[in-house]
């Protein structure tokens, strides 16, 4: 009797987990449409690629400004000892982000 009522129970336990991952994918697919028809509104479709690219030079060029004033307070602080935790991650983006300006910007 045991033997039989363990693959029920079993059975029943899954019922409500497959019904749930059809209802889950289902909003994921709706968000992403979502998100799809946000992103496509936004743009316009006359934009100018010459002007977009500008304006991510101009996006780069503003984030590397804001992380070497933020790394020299930093480098300050480790002259004096104090180590920050995400001193390697803001250098590594900084180096990523230089190598980006520096192949946009040149010929």
Partial sequence: MATRLVPLLLVCAAL???SQQSSIREQVSQQVWSRGQMMRSDTAPELDPMAARLEA???DAA???TL???LQS???QLQRGL???DLEQKLKR???LSKKLRQEVAP
Avoid: Y
């Fill in 16 to 18: 409500p987990t497959l």
């Fill in 57 to 59: 030079i101009h996006h």
């Fill in 63 to 65: 984030e590397f400004s």
């Fill in 68 to 70: 070497s004033a933020s």
């Fill in 74 to 76: 930093e480098l300050q």
């Fill in 83 to 85: 180590l920050s935790k």
């Fill in 94 to 96: 900084m180096e990523k």
